[in-house]
């Protein structure tokens, strides 16, 4: 009887494939399922928004163990975008990000805290116009699954805040800190 039972244990175990297992994921730029954005106070009379056009990453994933997943993000600072010419090559010049001397920015995550109900805080190191300073994004899991291409997916979305002069970016007026929202899909290699 005991060895039918853990005959009928093996054979369950290989007829049921895993629900979940740990996965790395390149993120989707190329096919612009995943953006960088931000919101920043203009001398505190208005909100302008942008985003950076230029990045690439990975990140691994286990729903069964969010804790040791990761993320590594870099960004190409060049490619800052608020569909306003004049005001973007302001914001890339020697007064802001100087994007000739800084022309990337990268994220590394070092610690995944789940939670629950898909929530999670990743907290890592941010490097931003030659400084690195800690932040910690509030993420949220969108979902995952096959793709129509025969891939397979996983996507979330993340909010951060940063304060500019940590960063040792000037500020005007009431401009001293930027919201970042990010949204990311993965494509499972």
């Known amino acids: 009887?005991?060895?039918?039972?853990?005959t009928l244990g093996l054979l369950t175990a290989l007829a049921i494939p895993s629900v979940a297992s740990a996965a790395d994921y390149v993120i989707d730029t190329k096919g612009a399922h995943a953006s960088i954005n931000l919101k920043i106070k203009h001398l505190g009379?208005?909100?302008i928004k942008g985003r950076f056009n230029t990045f690439?990453?990975?990140?691994?994933?286990?729903?069964m163990n969010i804790s040791a997943s990761k993320v590594s993000v870099n960004v190409d600072t060049t490619s800052f975008d608020t569909n306003h010419a004049e005001r973007d090559?302001?914001?890339r010049s020697e007064d802001f990000l100087e994007v000739k001397k800084y022309s990337t920015a990268t994220f590394t995550s070092n610690k995944v805290e789940p939670k629950g109900n898909g929530e999670m805080t990743i907290t890592g190191d941010l490097t931003l116009h030659g400084q690195t300073k800690p932040i910690a994004i509030d993420a949220v899991f969108v979902g995952e699954g096959e793709d129509p291409w025969g891939g397979y997916r996983a996507g979330f979305t993340g909010t951060t805040r940063i304060e500019l002069k940590d960063f040792g970016i000037q500020v005007m007026g009431e401009s001293s800190y930027a919201d970042l929202e990010l949204h990311v899909e993965g494509i499972r290699q």
């Not at 009887?1 to 853990?6: A, H, N, P, R």
């Not at 690439?56 to 729903?63: C, L």
Request: proline content about 5%.
């Open 1 to 6: 009887m005991k060895k039918q039972l853990l």
């Open 45 to 47: 009379y208005s909100w």
């Open 56 to 63: 690439d990453g990975t990140f691994s994933y286990d729903p």
């Open 89 to 91: 090559k302001h914001v």
